[in-house]
């Protein structure tokens, strides 16, 4: 029988390689890591790149493994979840991997400005109803000019169309520099030109187990990536998008609306 919520979080409380500051803790504890992430847990001067939304962080072990000149946080507030690739990583001695629970609402909190060279977005909730929650928002954007280097990059890899469209249409409205851009990224991979060729690869190394499912269903998985200076106003995308017909596996969307921006 698998560990209950509680038996995981009490596990979490005793892992090295987990760091918890919701809301409610980090609103009177400073986080005291910000800007010493290499020195106080890497030990090196590796880039950093942060998974947000990292549910129960296959995607960033996985990418640990592959690319152990870099470190790797994931970041997510369901605790839950995470425990299963904090536990693995402790488990596989892969030491450069961390796992950070908290509202991405608040993310800048956590890391000194231009000490994260890249963030991935994998499988976020589109939030067809919100831009503001969007994962790709100017509203997170603008945060994560924070911390991210000027001009560092953003991977988005979704199965969704509206997260997608909304975030094709963003890098467009404002210019920022588009490396990759795919509606399928494994049909396309073995098509692509040489000079984007080993950026699909990267993208198409690893699956989560959700998006092994989504490939069983039938459905595309798309993948963005983009550069984001830290000169100029953002602007939001004035376009009406077609609803995705679902919210994720197995579950129908909410809304009867066709469309929203």
């Known amino acids: 029988?698998?560990?209950?919520?509680?038996?995981?979080?009490?596990?979490?409380?005793?892992?090295?390689?987990?760091?918890?500051y919701p809301y409610s803790v980090v609103s009177d504890v400073p986080?005291?890591?910000?800007?010493r992430w290499r020195e106080e847990f890497f030990g090196n001067q590796n880039p950093i790149v942060v998974e947000l939304g990292c549910g129960k962080g296959e995607y960033a072990v996985e990418l640990a493994k592959a690319?152990?000149?870099?470190?790797?946080?994931?970041?997510?507030?369901?605790?839950?979840?995470?425990?299963?690739?904090?536990?693995?990583?402790?488990?596989?001695?892969?030491?450069?991997?961390?796992?950070?629970r908290t509202n991405i609402?608040?993310?800048?909190?956590?890391?000194?400005?231009?000490?994260?060279?890249?963030?991935?977005?994998?499988?976020?909730?589109?939030?067809?109803?919100?831009p503001r929650k969007r994962l790709s928002s100017t509203y997170f954007l603008e945060r994560y000019r924070r911390f991210l280097d000027d001009g560092g990059t953003i991977h988005l890899k979704t199965d969704s169309n509206f997260?997608?469209?909304?975030?094709?249409?963003l890098i467009a409205r404002n210019h920022l520099p588009l490396k990759v851009r795919t509606q399928d990224l494994y049909g396309e991979q073995a098509?692509?030109?040489?000079?984007?060729?080993?950026?699909?690869?990267?993208?198409?190394?690893?699956?989560t187990y959700y998006e092994q499912m989504w490939l069983q269903r039938g459905l595309s998985i798309?993948?963005?990536?983009?550069?984001?200076?830290h000169d100029g106003t953002l602007q939001e995308p004035d376009i009406e998008i077609e609803l995705d017909d679902y919210r994720s596996y197995h579950r129908s969307k909410r809304s009867s609306l066709t469309t929203s921006k």
């Not at 000194?112 to 067809?128: G, H, K, N, R």
């Not at 098509?191 to 699956?207: F, S, V």
């Open 1 to 20: 029988m698998g560990k209950g919520k509680l038996a995981k979080f009490a596990d979490m409380e005793t892992y090295r390689n987990v760091f918890q």
């Open 31 to 35: 986080f005291p890591m910000r800007g």
């Open 67 to 100: 690319h152990p000149d870099r470190n790797y946080i994931g970041v997510d507030i369901k605790g839950a979840r995470m425990w299963t690739g904090a536990t693995r990583a402790l488990q596989e001695d892969i030491e450069n991997v961390a796992f950070l």
């Open 105 to 130: 609402e608040i993310i800048d909190r956590f890391f000194a400005p231009d000490e994260v060279q890249q963030i991935w977005l994998t499988f976020s909730d589109p939030q067809m109803k919100n």
């Open 163 to 169: 997260l997608f469209t909304y975030t094709d249409a």
């Open 191 to 207: 098509e692509a030109e040489q000079t984007t060729a080993g950026l699909l690869k990267e993208a198409a190394a690893i699956q």
């Open 222 to 229: 798309k993948y963005l990536q983009f550069l984001l200076p």
